[in-house]
């Protein structure tokens, strides 16, 4: 699993995940995240932190990134470290690969999910798609649907 990866997961769940246990309402969070990318996380974060909290330069960007996860400095410094840290462990390489190899063996059941990401009447949508999923979405115009396929 790479830096893009890992941060994808990662970052919208991070103020959860810095949480102790009882503090996250896991309903509040799925919805917010969508079910996979919860679990996956939480598979992430359970490889990353021991590493996170041997560097405390890195615990204070993580700190940082719970409180302000919108935020590009605290991504891109998290994207920095994480990138140090693949670069300097052969062991969490291993360890995010066989994450991500679990991941996709989720996604093999063919399941397909149709959502509803805008509404507008007339003008243009525009998206990408990425690993069966929207990325870029942008429209222009007012009150027609949006849909996205995903499998």
Do not use: Y
Not at 5 to 29: M, N, T, Y
Not at 82 to 100: F, H, S, V, Y
Not at 101 to 111: F, I, L, P, R
């Amino acid at each position: 699993m790479d830096v893009i990866a890992v941060s994808r997961f990662l970052i919208p769940c991070v103020p959860f995940l810095v949480k102790k246990a009882g503090e996250v309402d896991v309903g509040d969070v799925v919805s917010k995240v969508g079910k996979n990318t919860w679990e996956v996380s939480q598979k992430i974060w359970a490889v990353l932190k021991p590493k996170i909290d041997l560097e405390a330069a890195t615990k204070v960007i993580m700190e940082e990134l719970a409180k302000k996860p919108d935020e590009t400095v605290w991504q891109e410094a998290f994207k920095q470290k994480l990138t140090e840290m693949l670069e300097n462990d052969a062991e969490l390489r291993a360890a995010l690969g066989k994450i991500k190899e679990g991941s996709e063996e989720a996604h093999e059941g063919g399941d397909s999910v149709t959502q509803t990401i805008h509404t507008m009447d007339g003008g243009q949508a525009i998206a990408s798609m990425k690993d069966s999923k929207a990325a870029n979405v942008d429209s222009s115009g007012s009150n027609s649907t949006i849909n996205v396929t995903q499998s």
